[in-house]
């Protein structure tokens, strides 16, 4: 046939009317609705918008959440809808306490979580703790649960003050 029925590839049951509707295995049915019209047609994967479920006589695709532009699954979103924020897999009008908003991936990142300081170093002038009269300490923080990204946008995780060294070194 031509028009519309003309695409029957992959189709196990294919009509003139409403395309397919059966695939072959492996393939996904993805169903586009055309006014009251629905039309089948066999897919190697879902396209953006829907996300594959296989079941026991048919793989589907199904529609992504309201707020989602393209997912995983139901509930697992991976990208969202403009004015929508991607948090854990869901998309929220506004990131949760504790994270910010990524302009660019619109996603809700975890703001650092500082571990209280490490102590004071000992005091050292290149690298020796004698024969000066100051040196430098330094002591360090960790970022909890923040990534290697998210750490570069985490306070000062080190810093370093002048001490007094004023020893002699022996010998």
């Known amino acids: 046939g031509t028009g519309l029925g003309g695409n029957c590839t992959g189709c196990v049951i294919c009509s003139e009317e409403n395309g397919c509707s059966t695939c072959q295995q492996r393939l996904f049915l993805f169903i586009r609705r ?10 190697h994967d879902c396209p953006p918008g829907y996300f594959g479920v ?14 989602c532009e393209s997912c995983f699954s139901q509930d697992f979103c991976i990208q969202c809808k403009r004015r929508f924020y991607l948090y854990k897999g869901k998309c929220l009008p506004t990131c949760p306490p504790g994270t910010a908003a990524q302009q660019s991936t619109r996603e809700c990142q975890e703001e650092c979580e500082l ?3 490490g102590s004071w170093s000992p005091c050292t002038h290149n690298g020796k703790t004698c024969g000066s009269a100051w040196g430098l300490e330094t002591r360090v923080r960790e ?5 290697r990204e998210e750490a570069a946008t985490c306070q000062v995780l080190s810093e370093s003050r002048k001490c007094p060294i004023r020893r002699p070194c022996p010998g």
């Open 143 to 147: 970022a909890g649960r923040a990534g």
């Open 54 to 67: 296989r079941g026991q006589e048919v793989n589907r695709c199904k529609k992504c959440g309201a707020t």
């Open 34 to 43: 055309e006014g009251i019209r629905q039309y089948g047609k066999c897919v």
């Open 115 to 117: 571990s209280p300081w």
